[in-house]
């Protein structure tokens, strides 16, 4: 029983640590980019994606990379609903309750980036067309 607490508290930890590096991806997939150009900073932004032409591929694929962040965000809520009905083991209550503490504000500052990047990806290009 105590060992099923320490594995759900470790995916919990890996899954919202996840989603939020899955947010920044969006991040740097669109909402910078446009957020750039938008500004006036297209040469910035075209000197930025000549020295990290990987970037493209996150342009390109921006469905998937949206698809597969809330996905993980998703996974990462559930983990969060699912942990907060189980107890916190004795000998490491201290860092079971600081984990569940800081984790809320992670998952929601990572569902604050995804929806800024999904309005910059989806929206804005329709708005300004």
Do not use: H
């Not at 591929?57 to 921006?62: F, G, V």
């Not at 916190?88 to 500052?109: A, G, N």
Request: glycine share 8%.
């Amino acid at each position: 029983m105590l060992q099923q607490l320490k594995e759900s508290s470790a995916l919990k930890k890996f899954f919202s640590w996840f989603g939020l590096f899955s947010s920044f991806g969006t991040l740097f997939c669109c909402a910078i980019p446009s957020t750039l150009v938008l500004l006036g900073f297209g040469a910035t932004m075209a000197s930025f994606l000549g020295n990290f032409p990987q970037l493209i591929w996150l342009s390109e694929n921006k469905g998937y990379v949206f698809g597969l962040s809330f996905v993980m965000l998703g996974i990462s809520f559930a983990g969060q609903k699912y942990a907060q009905s189980q107890v916190c083991p004795i000998d490491k209550r201290e860092d079971c309750e600081k984990t569940k503490d800081w984790s809320k504000p992670l998952f929601w500052m990572s569902l604050g980036i995804n929806v800024v990047g999904s309005f910059y990806a989806f929206v804005l290009p329709k708005v300004l067309e």
